[in-house]
Each structure stands twice: as structure tokens, then as C-alpha cells.
């Protein structure tokens, strides 16, 4: 596959290990990859650093570069993320990202009940109704509410204050916007969704922790059932 750009390569590359297509353990060489690419030796070696630096490739002399098990790689990587839900683990994966939202956000929605600013209480606040707005006119499946709901998460895990949690907002971010890419979010949300977003928005505009951690969890669990698979 020949390849004139550096994102070409480690995309493909990238997408390969992940599928498996190229095992753990695999051995691959710098003459190898630039035969296969029809790509310099320069840019093999810079895609081949990136993919080193997501720990999905470990490069040794006289060995050559080893592809190495899920277990070392950065799992936060938006590319990462990217690739696993284009490839055969995305329900797997779709799963696991929203087991670490249910985990994480309602802590995140009770913190920024007690810290956000007035600001960002008014600008979360105003997001939740656009949302309600959207959905209720059946357009829960576009870019205009994608773009909202993507900036209402990330706001509130900024809001909470604390740098790890806001740092979550890129796993967040990639499991919102790989829904809508795969065509998994309905034009018109579940029932209770929509009104479970102003709740929260509602109860960290007026500072009732206990509330939006509740709500915020309520939600997370409707999300995460709608996209398990149905039972036999």
C-alpha cells in the first residue's frame, strides 16, 4: 500500500495491531515497513516512533521492532480509541469506555456542583438546553448536537477542579464522537435522556452535589445499557 504521508502510515499500521492483524510478538523490520509502504525510510522510522511512544511497538538492536501486548499501551490515545472502534472490538471497547464514564463522571458532576464557576455554571446550563432542544426535534444524530454534547461533558469535567478528571475528557470525546461516526446515537434520545441532561445541568447551577452525582449516574447507566447488545 503505497503511502506518500506520515499519518498514513501509522494509521494503517496502527489499525493493523489493533485488529490483530499483526500479533503480539510480531516481528517487523525498517526495510520491511518501507517496502510494504513504498514509503522513506525516514518517515517509517517517525511512524514507527509514534506507535512506540502509544507503547504498541517496542524497537531493540539486532532484534527489530516487536509489536507488544494491549497490556502496554496507552489506552487514553484518542488514535487509539479511533482505531479499536473501527476495528472488531468495538463493542468491546464501546463497553469499557462507558464502564470508565459511569465510574468517573458522577464524581465530576458532584465536584463541579461545589466548585464551578458562575460562569461555567450558566454556559453548562445552556448547553443541557440546547440538547433538550435538539433532541426533542429528532436531530440527536448530528453534528450541531454532537458538538453540544461533547462540550457539556468536557465542560463539567473541567468544572470539577480536578486536572485528572478533566484529563478524561479525551476517552470522552472519542466514545461521544465514535457513537455518532458509527451510527449508534438515535435521532431522538431514550426516553428520560434529555431531561436527565437539564437535571444535571440544574442541580450544579444551584450546588446540590449529592443531586447531580445521582443524575449524572442515572444517565451514564441509561447510556451504557442502550449500547450493550441485546440478550438472546
Do not use: C
Amino acid at each position: 500500500m503505497p503511502a506518500d504521508l506520515h499519518g498514513d502510515v501509522i494509521d494503517d499500521l496502527g489499525r493493523r495491531i489493533v485488529a490483530g492483524e499483526l500479533p503480539d510478538g510480531e516481528i517487523l523490520t525498517l526495510a520491511q515497513l518501507e517496502s510494504e509502504y513504498g514509503a522513506s525510510r525516514t518517515l517509517v522510522r517517525e511512524a514507527v516512533r509514534v506507535l512506540e511512544s502509544m507503547g504498541m511497538l517496542a524497537s531493540r538492536r539486532r532484534v527489530g521492532i516487536t509489536v507488544q501486548p494491549r497490556a502496554r499501551w496507552d489506552e487514553f490515545d484518542p488514535k487509539l480509541i479511533q482505531w479499536t472502534l473501527a476495528g472488531p472490538q468495538r463493542q468491546q471497547h464501546l463497553e469499557a469506555l462507558m464502564e470508565l464514564r459511569v465510574a468517573v463522571e458522577p464524581m465530576a458532576a458532584a465536584l463541579a456542583a461545589r466548585r464551578a464557576s458562575d460562569a461555567q455554571r450558566i454556559e453548562i446550563r445552556r448547553l443541557a438546553e440546547v440538547l433538550d432542544d435538539l433532541g426533542r426535534r429528532g436531530l440527536g444524530d448530528t453534528s450541531e448536537y454532537l458538538e453540544a454534547d461533547l462540550r457539556f461533558h468536557a465542560l463539567v469535567l473541567t468544572a470539577s477542579g480536578n486536572p485528572l478528571l478533566a484529563a478524561l475528557e479525551r476517552p470522552v470525546h472519542e466514545v461521544l464522537t465514535g457513537r455518532t461516526r458509527l451510527g449508534m446515537h438515535p435521532s431522538t434520545p431514550a426516553p428520560g435522556t434529555l431531561e436527565q441532561h437539564l437535571r444535571v445541568a440544574v442541580e450544579i447551577a444551584g450546588g446540590d452535589a449529592d443531586a447531580a452525582e445521582q443524575n449524572s449516574r442515572e444517565h451514564l447507566r441509561g447510556v451504557w445499557h442502550e449500547i450493550l447488545p441485546e440478550s438472546p
